[in-house]
T-cell receptor, first 114, second 116 residues
Framework: GEDVEQSLFLSVREGDSSVINCTYTDSSSTYLYWYKQEPGAGLQLLTYIFSNMDMKQDQRLTVLLNKKDKHLSLRIADTQTGDSAIYFCAESIRRSSSASKIIFGSGTRLSIRP | NAGVTQTPKFQVLKTGQSMTLQCAQDMNHNSMYWYRQDPGMGLRLIYYSASEGTTDKGEVPNGYNVSRLNKREFSLRLESAAPSQTSVYFC???????????????FGDGTRLSIL
């Protein structure tokens, strides 16, 4: 079936690196996304990776994709208090030449301790 | 840059009342979506509109109707609200690209709806 799984909570010390993990089940994924949701706000696209890539880096963010294990991770370097949020993993699955669907994980709540 | 605008931000209804949630985007996107977000369940797609003039059911369409009024606006209607529809509702939009969901979706800030 189609499923995206994430752990619900992660707590890290300010200044450390945060690693948020995600697993997915559908091998026909085309794009994989990371969204950030701050309290009272909608989902903000952080970054995405095409399924034929292994890694993507964007400033403090590093996305790693292991297609064999269907595992996606988001690493945030030098975690700051402003990084406190819920992080959603999502995959886009192509179903036909003109249609696909997006599946969201349940979100990982990242909290930062001093 | 407004992006995706949802109104209202909060609403409390009584069981059986009706209500329309409004969504507008100013990014000239073809596709628009309505999701609901419940604790521990991520986002679930209610309805989507691939392009102006078309709408299709998503994962959880029962109890809802939608209207794609024009390219900018996509509304969600609850005809007879039930407590199970208490949730946070998000509207999103995207370009269609080569596949409906392949382009990143841009989200509004949500409508928090409580049904008593």
């Amino acid at each position: 079936g189609e499923d995206v799984e994430q752990s619900l909570f992660l707590s890290v010390r300010e200044g450390d690196s945060s690693v948020i993990n995600c697993t997915y089940t559908d091998s026909s994924s085309t794009y994989l996304y990371w969204y950030k949701q701050e309290p009272g706000a909608g989902l903000q696209l952080l970054t995405y990776i095409f399924s034929n890539m292994d890694m993507k880096q964007d400033q403090r963010l590093t996305v790693l994709l292991n297609k064999k294990d269907k595992h996606l991770s988001l690493r945030i370097a030098d975690t700051q208090t402003g990084d406190s949020a819920i992080y959603f993993c999502a995959e886009s699955i192509r179903r036909s030449s003109s249609a696909s669907k997006i599946i969201f994980g349940s979100g990982t709540r990242l909290s930062i301790r001093p | 840059n407004a992006g995706v605008t949802q109104t209202p931000k909060f609403q409390v209804l009584k069981t059986g009342q009706s209500m329309t949630l409004q969504c507008a985007q100013d990014m000239n996107h073809n596709s628009m979506y309505w999701y609901r977000q419940d604790p521990g369940m991520g986002l679930r797609l209610i309805y989507y509109s691939a392009s102006e003039g078309t709408t299709d059911k998503g994962e959880v369409p029962n109890g809802y109707n939608v209207s794609r009024l024009n390219k900018r606006e996509f509304s969600l209607r609850l005809e007879s609200a039930a407590p199970s529809q208490t949730s946070v509702y998000f509207c999103a939009s995207s370009n269609s690209g080569t596949g409906l969901y392949n382009q990143p979706q841009h989200f509004g800030d949500g409508t928090r709806l409580s049904i008593l």
